[in-house]
């Protein structure tokens, strides 16, 4: 997710009233950009609708590649764990100059035993996503919704859905 914030020359902290070139002092936040994501979380209803099956897609991967009782200091995510979150998140057809670039940042970033703990962590995640509908009410900022696809058919009736004071 991306949360566009405002040029640091423009950011004042809210306590003080005072200029500020610390973007974490400030509260303000210009908007969100959700890439990727949806408002219901992973359920049977969900998949009924078209979503994708996350329980198949991500079960082995969790069960078998990234758990381990043992340290797996020489871990690296297979190629094929890495191509399958290239396809989910750029389509099947990406350019493989692309491909190949994400394939060795992904392997990077989750190599060693510190690495497979986060990647199953980051996997459990996907699979077991929760809802947002129950605090979309609490987002005051705008929200510039691009990535439809799949989950507009389990979001799309709710996205007008007034939030109730209280």
């Known amino acids: 997710m991306l949360v566009l914030v405002p040029s640091p020359r423009d950011v004042v902290n809210l306590e003080t009233n005072q200029p500020t070139n610390h973007i974490h002092e400030s509260p303000q ?36 590649e990234f758990s381990s009782t043992t340290a797996t200091p020489d871990f690296v995510p297979s190629k094929a764990y890495s191509n399958f979150l290239i396809d989910i998140g750029f389509g099947t057809d990406v350019a493989q100059d692309i491909r190949d670039y994400w394939v060795s940042e992904i392997e990077a970033n989750y190599r060693g035993d510190d690495g497979r703990k986060r990647i199953r962590m980051a996997a459990i995640n996907l699979r077991d996503r929760d809802g947002l509908h129950s605090r979309a009410c609490d987002v005051v900022c705008p929200v510039l919704w691009l990535h439809v696809g799949f989950s507009f058919a389990s979001t ?9 004071d209280g």
Do not use: N
């Not at 009924?48 to 198949?56: E, S």
């Not at 799309?156 to 109730?164: A, L, N, Y």
């Open 29 to 64: 936040v210009l908007g969100i950009i959700p890439l990727g994501t949806s408002l219901d979380y992973e359920s049977e209803r969900t998949r009924a609708l078209g979503c994708w099956q996350a329980p198949d897609l991500l079960g082995k991967s969790i069960d078998e």
């Open 156 to 164: 799309g009736r709710k996205c007008g859905v007034r939030c109730e």
